[in-house]
């Protein structure tokens, strides 16, 4: 049932979150969200939907963790704790605090960085371990088990249910970003799991609600829904990636790219996000390719390339600059650009050579490139500029 | 929550030493404030003996139970609410910058 995956999606994280600050007991916790959904799903195609369904749900597990604890009988402390949870105001403050104490801790840098999207994606999304281990290309019982000592490390190694204050939280902050940032290229790369870059929008947006002043949140959020906004000009019929400038504008999603917008006007540049933000919103405001306002651009590359010098942005940062001066310009930044992976250098300097004039250069870095790429679409995408570029050389007799 | 530090050195340490903190410091702050419980610096793996008893003969060897290029030099018993504290202890011992530190909590 449908209604049943879509409170259960929004009221997981809630009922969890809440029910391991009350009892500390993360699979408890995560049993009785599970109980009670397995009940929703039971019921409510027989007695109808309640009225307040995410107040039920919360009510049965909440029922379930004192069943559970009365029965276990010494536990005093944690039934009196979880009876007093919840009175009829689902909206407590305290109560969206848990969420966002969950997510801390859930991506903790004292826990692996795969173990730390994992758990993100199973507590916080509320996401299926089988749907986790199928995007992560492992069985079922390696994601289980990774999930399990993830937990048990939270636990023995006591990471505090809490988020940090002060200078601390600074830091702490860029690691969760971070996590939601790698789940959306999950979700976003060719060969990655669609529906998870839409659990990191959903995330990010639970994130800025629950952190609405620290800029970097929108700025994350903003960036996700433009890069996003693309998803269904991407691909052509057959499947191929399409590339940004060949895409078909009118099926982006304008109303996304309008809310990213409306973010971005209300939200200082303070870091990496912001940047890289309000580099897609020029891409996305652009109402043909030849339109795009490349300056604009280059400038944001250029203070992106001094706050996050990393070989990715330098290699970016050649392509605006190629396209604002001039391919040489382009070609020059590139020969600077230290440790960029060289499938992806040779496949920049390829479209740079290309708009050089240099066909014959371009056609053969393309091929080059097309033989480090790291997945087949990819592969495809770049033989297929090969040949385009090769056909160029073949027919300027003709067209002579 | 009680914490042990394995302190040991590392093959790539810090290189600016005025970001270094003193560990004299370290020690009189942190037995002052409760969150050192005991410690001490260890004499190298030299002077180590690793001692097995199998069907009731004890065996010695000479050295540590594991060759490795990086070695404990010290340890230290942490008392502290939780790994976030113990981590703030550890970040500003000289150790942590010039060697590494590994935090293992109490089993119980």
């Given at each position: 049932m449908d209604l049943v995956a879509q409170v259960g999606q929004e009221s997981y994280a809630r009922i969890v979150a809440t029910l391991i600050?009350?009892?500390?007991?993360?699979?408890?916790?995560?049993?009785?969200?599970?109980?009670?959904?397995?009940?929703?799903?039971?019921?409510?195609?027989?007695?109808?939907?309640?009225?307040n369904p995410g107040g039920w749900l919360t009510t049965v597990a909440r029922n379930r963790a004192i069943d559970v604890l009365r029965r276990s009988a010494v536990e005093t402390r944690k039934l009196k704790e979880v009876a007093m949870l919840w009175g009829e105001q689902r909206e407590q403050p305290e109560i969206q605090d848990d969420r966002l104490r969950l997510i801390f801790t859930c991506c903790h840098p004292a826990l692996a960085l795969d173990a730390r999207v994992a758990l993100t994606l199973r507590i916080v999304a509320g996401v299926p371990t089988p749907d986790i281990?199928?995007?992560f290309v492992v069985s079922e019982s390696t994601m289980t088990r990774r999930i399990t000592r993830a937990k048990s490390k939270?636990?023995?190694?006591r990471i505090p249910y809490r988020v940090p204050e002060g200078g601390a939280l600074v830091g702490r902050l860029t690691g969760v970003l971070g996590v939601l940032y790698l789940l959306f290229t999950r979700g976003y790369d060719a060969d990655?799991?669609?529906?998870?870059?839409?659990?990191?929008?959903?995330?990010?947006?639970?994130?800025?609600?629950?952190?609405?002043?620290?800029?970097?949140?929108?700025?994350?959020?903003?960036?996700?829904?433009?890069?996003?906004?693309?998803?269904?000009?991407?691909?052509?019929?057959?499947?191929?990636?399409?590339?940004?400038e060949r895409q078909d504008r009118s099926r982006w999603d304008h109303a996304a790219i309008a809310e990213a917008l409306k973010i971005l006007a209300r939200t200082p540049v303070t870091g990496p996000y912001a940047l890289q933000a309000r580099i897609a919103a020029c891409h996305a405001s652009a109402e043909t390719a030849a339109g795009t306002d490349w300056r604009s651009i280059a400038q944001w590359y250029d203070e992106l390339a001094r706050v996050q010098p990393t070989s990715v942005v330098a290699l970016n940062r050649a392509v605006a600059h190629g396209y604002a001066y001039g391919p040489q310009a382009g070609l020059?930044?590139?020969?600077?650009?230290?440790?960029?992976?060289?499938?992806?250098?040779?496949?920049?300097?390829?479209?740079?050579?290309?708009?050089?004039?240099?066909?014959?250069?371009?056609?053969?870095?393309?091929?080059?490139?097309?033989?480090?790429?790291?997945?087949?679409?990819?592969?495809?995408?770049?033989?297929?500029?090969?040949?385009?570029v090769g056909a160029a050389t073949r027919d300027r007799p003709d067209r002579r | 929550m009680k914490y042990m530090?394995?302190?040991?050195?590392?093959?790539?340490?810090?290189t600016d030493e005025?970001?270094?903190?003193?560990?004299?410091?370290?020690?009189?702050?942190?037995?002052?404030?409760?969150?050192?419980v005991l410690g001490n610096k260890l004499a190298p793996p030299s002077a180590a003996t690793t001692v097995r008893v199998r069907g009731g003969e004890v065996l010695l060897s000479d050295g540590p139970f594991a060759e490795t290029k990086e070695v404990i030099v010290g340890f230290d018993i942490l008392e502290v609410a939780d790994l976030d504290e113990a981590i703030a202890v550890v970040a500003r011992h000289p150790m942590a910058h010039v060697g590494r530190v590994e935090?293992?909590?109490y089993a119980d």
């Open positions: 600050r009350a009892t500390g007991d993360w699979t408890l916790a995560e049993d009785c969200a599970q109980d009670a959904l397995a009940e929703a799903l039971e019921r409510w195609p027989r007695e109808g939907v309640p009225r281990a199928r995007a939270i636990a023995d190694a990655g799991e669609p529906a998870f870059a839409a659990e990191a929008i959903r995330l990010a947006r639970l994130l800025g609600e629950l952190m609405p002043d620290e800029p970097e949140v929108a700025s994350l959020l903003a960036l996700f829904l433009l890069q996003h906004s693309r998803r269904h000009a991407r691909r052509d019929a057959a499947g191929e990636l399409v590339m940004l020059d930044l590139l020969a600077e650009a230290d440790g960029v992976p060289d499938g992806y250098a040779r496949a920049v300097e390829a479209d740079l050579s290309a708009r050089a004039g240099d066909q014959d250069r371009a056609a053969e870095l393309f091929r080059e490139a097309a033989r480090q790429a790291p997945s087949e679409v990819e592969r495809r995408a770049l033989l297929t500029r090969a040949d385009e | 530090m394995f302190v040991c050195d590392d093959t790539e340490p810090e005025t970001l270094v903190p003193d560990v004299e410091v370290w020690v009189a702050e942190h037995d002052a404030s409760g969150a050192r935090l293992r909590p």
